[in-house]
């Protein structure tokens, strides 16, 4: 049996009948036909607060200002010399200057930056990435890769949006373990047959809704164990010039896994890149490690989805839980600063080539309009083409506004 | 063309095949269990909620076995447990896992299990390039735990510890490996949040650089209490004529301070305006110690861990995360803020067990012998309509009016799978510890910042999914050759019927409804009559069952 017959099958054989996978008649035209209208988005998650003004809003001159010199770019903004490659494709990306937000712990800082919102014990907000996943997949009901790949690190989760919107987390090769079923199709679908009995009598007899999440999850799980779309995540296929461009590390081919899960139709993608916690030392680290390694994945993610036609409808967002300090420390280091920093958005309908805000001259503060994490995730959704109106309810029936009420950086909307 | 095998609509009464037993509640309580139940009994009238029923002594058991050894019973076990007559037996099998020496290995290692992940991570010593030994926690813990440690004397030894972090070097003291990594790098900033937190439930991260802004810890606090951990250093110890860290050697060194005076050892710390201001070690309490930097005038950690010993956070911290670890939910929600601005859903409560642990010199084995056989603990998992407003998830405080659904842990889950199938039991106790280390490894995300702030994928998305559907261990498990779980119980003499009980007593602690056992006929049909063949299948659905992974 096919596996496309097979799946309809499954959708049929089990009270978890959800949308049976259509496949097309090749992946190419499938692809084709999805990207007319759909709209990605790529979070570029730099872990442990990078310093934003060694790299995109330079202070040459000043005591702040460290070692680094600025370059022009093809944008109307200058930034940090060792971003060459990413200084080649600003006029796609805009770099918001004037971030200004009050939470400067990671765990914190991590949790409002993905959700708009501060910790509460009583409420778990949804990530963006689970949020947005779920507003775009109706455009695409036949995807069987989870909405929401995490690749390379850990991410926020769905809160109240349930199991079945959580990250889905693979390692930057794609490779993904436990993939493979282990078991003729018939037999497998008789087993569901039997869990699905389990299942549905615990369901009756605890009343809670952990279980029918259970089931959603189950159900998503046999749908990209049978699915041929899951060859996106073979990242090792790619042209060998093509994992040169975006360079061989494992962000450099977490970004390349990225552009191939949006041509697959994922809607949101988040690639991690760790280490930006330079407390001390931080010249050296950013010259020699950190900063090719982002300017190379960065200049090839953008460039490579222009050239393909992806950029117009993949939104990129660049951000870490903070900024650092303009004050260099004791250790010639910089600890972590949230009042003044910048982070980068471009592609879908957001304006490219810009530097909106100002910081002073030594970049303690904010010297135009302050944007929130709130301002830029709105800015995003607008530039998907998601209502702002959008409304979730929380568990607890609290309405909870779509970036919880930001308001729109109305330079980068065109 | 297939079949589908059943089809079946949600709104079928299920039937037991047999009625659940319940075994009458002990006579007479100890004072704490009767304190517990009093209270928790007054916030229910409260709100006008009626608790759920007792759980069944099948499901009770399940329960008692993860939460004190960290795995379900064997069949063997839940037999026993189920044909005791022993009016009191709960009260027995607790009292059996807690001081039978039978039990002594599983209870030390699942404690361990438990506080490594808290006070290292689940990824703590796991790389190469780690300050941290993790085995050298886990000896540590190990030990502490099989001698009954009071939990006091382990806080001591934690925040004071010197010595080396591997074991089998000459200085080996496993409890070093909480602070190794993180005394060094940005001043003992992780120490200092570390200890605060875990401890005494003072949430301090945030107040490094600014006062807090809701809740009562300053700036000058945080830097007050940081300047305790000045003379620790973490001293590598590298493997000859390499750059790979061999182990680590915690130690004490006087210290100047930042002013360069060892007799004033101070330390600056720099205000949100650009102001520079001093701090000395000061307690949470406001009490002083010398300004001294010399070791051997004043050893800071040592009077910072004395201080502790007297402070009723460190008593109310260890309540709530045993609570928590019981119940589901602890007393407050994160279970390490313990600040006025996050209040206690039964603060008497929660004041009155931390008195009582220190009454009764910090025995853990105690504290857990009052919570397991309070009646919170002994209530069902189902909701009722007099109830159904206690949903912790909608962001109500807890009530404990029925017991709380929850997913395994991922070590609980393994753990589990080795006891009643076997599955990757085999080889010496290093190379079952590789086994399991690696396989836990699959689950651990990292967030990639500093203070290793980890997540776990081993918590109902896809990958824990596909692991139960496709895993090697699941393989193992529910394997059906002959010495294995499923072989054993096929190859029996029994009715299929015993075995099918068998098998589903095994994984759900209760025997199958009729509508499964009408499913499991139509199976052994699908397979030809094999039962082995179809008590695999049935095996497979049980374990990938919600019913399975949680703990209820």
């Not at chain 1, 087993?191 to 549905?200: H, K, S």
């Not at chain 1, 950029?311 to 949230?338: C, Q, V």
Request: charged content about 25%; overall charge negative; some cysteine.
């Amino acid at each position: 049996m096919s596996r496309r017959h097979f799946v309809k099958h499954l959708a049929g054989a089990s009270a978890m009948a959800g949308t049976a996978a259509l496949m097309g008649n090749s992946i190419q035209a499938q692809a084709e036909e999805m990207r007319k209208n759909q709209k990605s988005a790529i979070l570029l998650w730099m872990g442990g607060g990078p310093s934003t003004i060694d790299i995109w809003d330079l202070k040459p001159g000043a005591a702040t200002g460290g070692e680094f010199r600025p370059i022009s770019t093809t944008g109307d903004m200058q930034i940090c010399e060792h971003m060459p490659l990413t200084a080649k494709q600003m006029h796609h990306l805009s770099i918001v200057r004037s971030m200004s937000t009050r939470e400067a712990d990671h765990n914190r800082g991590r949790y409002y930056m993905h959700t708009g919102f501060v910790p509460n014990p009583n409420i778990e907000h949804p990530g963006y990435g689970s949020v947005i996943a779920h507003e775009l997949f109706s455009q695409r009901e036949d995807l069987a890769i989870p909405p929401f790949v995490s690749i390379g690190g850990a991410s926020t989760g769905p809160g109240f949006l349930g199991m079945a919107w959580a990250p889905f987390s693979v390692t930057s090769n794609g490779r993904i373990r436990n993939l493979e079923m282990k078991l003729e199709e018939k037999r497998l679908l008789q087993r569901m047959a039997a869990l699905d009995v389990i299942e549905t009598g615990f369901i009756n007899r605890t009343r809670g809704s952990a279980a029918s999440e259970h089931q959603k999850v189950l159900k998503k799980t046999l749908d990209l164990m049978t699915s041929e779309q899951m060859e996106a995540f073979r990242v090792e296929k790619e042209p060998e010039e093509m994992k040169e461009m975006y360079g061989t590390n494992g962000f450099g081919q977490g970004c390349l896994l990225a552009r191939r899960l949006v041509e697959a139709g994922v809607p949101f993608i988040e690639v991690d890149l760790g280490g930006w916690d330079n407390h001390g030392g931080i010249f050296p680290t950013l010259a020699d490690t950190k900063l090719p390694q982002l300017d190379k994945a960065m200049g090839a993610l953008t460039a490579d989805l222009e050239q393909r036609g992806l950029l117009e409808n993949t939104a990129i967002i660049w951000m870490g839980e903070f900024g650092r300090t303009p004050r260099i420390n004791a250790g010639a280091g910089r600890d972590h600063w949230a009042r003044s920093w910048s982070c980068v958005v471009g592609g879908a309908g957001i304006k490219g080539g810009l530097a909106v805000g100002a910081t002073s001259s030594d970049g303690m503060a904010v010297e135009t309009e302050p944007f929130s994490a709130e301002d830029l995730m709105a800015t995003v959704c607008k530039g998907l083409g998601i209502s702002l109106e959008t409304t979730y309810t929380s568990k607890n029936g609290r309405p909870m506004k779509i970036a919880a009420g930001g308001k729109l950086i109305r330079e980068l909307i065109a | 063309m297939l079949r589908p095998v059943l089809v079946f609509s949600s709104a079928v009464v299920l039937c037991f095949a047999t009625a659940a037993t319940v075994s009458a509640q002990a006579t007479s309580q100890p004072e704490q269990v009767v304190a517990i139940d009093k209270a928790i009994e007054q916030n229910w009238a409260d709100y006008e909620i009626r608790p759920s029923g007792i759980v069944d002594d099948g499901k009770w058991c399940r329960r008692v076995y993860l939460d004190i050894i960290g795995r379900i019973p064997s069949l063997e076990e839940l037999n026993a447990f189920l044909g005791s007559r022993d009016r009191n037996k709960r009260q027995a099998l607790v009292q059996t896992l807690l001081y039978d020496d039978r039990y002594t290995e599983e209870y030390a290692r699942n404690w361990s299990t438990i506080w490594a992940n808290v006070l290292i991570g689940r990824s703590g010593g796991t790389d190469r390039r780690s300050l941290t030994n993790r085995d050298g926690m886990l000896k540590y813990l190990r030990d502490s735990f099989a001698l009954n440690k009071p939990y006091n004397q382990m806080v001591y030894e934690l925040v004071a510890a010197e010595g080396s972090t591997k074991p089998g070097t000459e200085n080996f003291n496993g409890a070093v490996n909480f602070l190794a990594d993180k005394v060094n790098d940005e001043k003992g900033v992780l120490a200092t949040s570390s200890v605060s937190r875990v401890f005494l439930g003072q949430q301090v991260q945030c107040t490094q650089c600014h006062n807090h802004p809701f809740n009562q810890w300053k700036q000058q606090k945080f830097w007050e209490f940081n300047a305790f951990f000045r003379q620790t250093r973490a001293l590598r110890r590298y493997v000859d004529g390499t750059r790979d860290i061999d182990h680590v050697e915690l130690v004490n060194e006087d210290t100047a301070g930042e002013g360069g005076d060892p007799e004033d050892a101070m330390i600056f710390y720099e205000l949100r305006n650009g102001l520079t201001k001093v701090a000395y070690p000061v307690f949470i309490d406001g009490q002083e110690i010398s300004h001294s930097g010399f070791v051997s005038d004043s050893n800071r950690r040592e009077e910072l861990a004395k201080l502790m010993m007297g402070n009723e956070f460190m008593d109310k911290m260890f309540v709530n995360r045993m609570w928590a670890h019981f119940l589901g939910y602890g007393f407050t929600k994160p279970v390490d803020d313990l600040g006025p601005h996050n209040p206690a859903s039964h603060p008497e409560l929660l004041e009155y067990l931390g008195q009582q642990v220190r009454k009764h010199s910090y025995d853990p084995k105690q504290l857990i012998e009052w919570i397991t056989m309070s009646k919170p603990y002994q209530l069902s998992a189902q909701m009722t309509t007099a109830n159904e407003i206690d949903d912790p998830t909608m962001g109500e405080m807890p009530k404990f009016s029925h017991f709380y659904l929850r997913q395994m842990q991922a070590e609980e889950l393994y753990q589990s799978l080795v006891t009643a199938t076997g599955a990757g039991a085999y080889g010496s106790y290093e190379k079952q510890e590789q086994e399991r280390r690696k396989w836990l490894s699959q689950f651990v995300v990292a967030f990639g910042t500093d203070e290793g702030d980890e997540a776990t994928t081993f918590n109902g998305s896809i990958p824990q999914a596909l692991m139960m559907f496709n895993g090697d261990l699941i393989k193992k498990a529910t394997a059906t050759s002959k010495g294995s779980f499923l072989g054993d119980i096929a190859s029996d003499d029994d009715r299929l019927r015993a075995k099918l009980d068998n098998v589903f007593l095994t994984g759900v602690a209760r025997r199958p409804t009729r509508m499964e056992q009408t499913m499991a006929s139509k199976l052994l049909a699908a397979r030809g009559g094999d039962e082995a063949a179809m008590l695999q299948d049935i095996w497979w659905a049980l374990l990938n069952s919600n019913e399975f992974i949680m703990q209820h």
